[in-house]
């Protein structure tokens, strides 16, 4: 598994590394000193984990993952505990404070492996240039925030310039248009309904003809969400109906 070190201290990073050298599955590909750097060394590099400090200088480890399209598996490494409970808000793989011991660093290696569960959800090969069911992105709401897998978002809602993101109980907003996330998601499993919605269509549970030879549907999540006229046939072929 390929990682990245994102921590702005160099005592830190190299400490990291040594610990991590007792892992020979864990290869690490890169270090990053801040949030800017790191951006730009996961989109060059497509680490599969980040080990990841929280306080930074300018940009947090949190406004790093914000940036972020897709978001790899992170464990956070970080000397403030009182960040614990909001890491764990976040589903992050865990949280392990500063010095690191090895001890608590083999635990968190070790919850990589019960998280490599395949998605079954997906009737198509994914397009590596988009973002599909499996892969993971960060939503944050105010101070809330979660990881997300893509295959769990039934609807994305614009509301202005947000989007409502729907998963489990969850309706956040993010600041972000819904034609750029358009342009980012691959069509084959998610639809673009009309002006303002977007639907994952594994999450279709019925659908209804309606006016102006449009159509209704139904997401298992209990929302009805209208098809366009403009977009019915192709939604129709993409059904097979």
């Keep these: 598994m390929n990682a990245l070190i994102v921590d702005d201290e160099r005592l830190a990073r190299k400490e990291l590394v040594s610990l991590l050298s007792e892992h020979p599955d864990i290869e690490i590909v890169g270090e990053a000193?801040?949030?800017?750097?790191?951006?730009?060394k996961i989109n060059e590099l497509k680490p599969d984990l980040l080990f990841l400090d929280i306080q930074m200088p300018g940009k947090s480890g949190f406004d790093l993952l914000e940036m972020l399209d897709a978001v790899p598996k992170v464990i956070f490494t970080t000397a403030y505990d009182e960040y614990a409970l909001k890491a764990f808000e976040v589903n992050a793989l865990d949280y392990v404070l500063k010095p690191i011991q090895p001890e608590r660093l083999n635990d968190a290696?070790?919850?990589l492996s019960s998280d490599q569960t395949p998605d079954n959800h997906s009737p198509v090969t994914p397009n590596k240039d988009k973002?599909?069911?499996n892969d993971q992105v960060f939503v944050k709401d105010g101070d809330k925030c979660w990881f997300v897998r893509l295959s769990e978002v039934r609807l994305f809602e614009s509301d202005g310039n947000y989007i409502k993101v729907y998963f489990e109980q969850f309706k956040p907003m993010i600041h972000k248009s819904?034609?750029?996330?358009?342009?980012?998601?691959?069509d084959r499993t998610f639809f673009r309904a009309s002006r303002k919605h977007i639907i994952n269509l594994n999450w279709v549970e019925n659908i209804e003809t309606w006016f102006n030879g449009g159509l209704m549907v139904q997401l298992k999540g209990g929302e009805k969400v209208e098809v366009s006229r403009r977009q019915a046939a192709k939604f129709k072929d993409m059904m097979s109906l």
Excluded at 33 to 40: C, E, F, G, L, V
Excluded at 178 to 186: M, S, W, Y
Aim: charged letters at 40%; glycine letters at 4%; hydrophobic letters at 45%.
């Design 178 to 186: 819904l034609n750029a996330l358009d342009e980012r998601l691959d």
């Design 131 to 133: 973002l599909g069911l």
């Design 109 to 111: 290696l070790k919850k």
């Design 33 to 40: 000193i801040n949030a800017d750097d790191a951006y730009k």
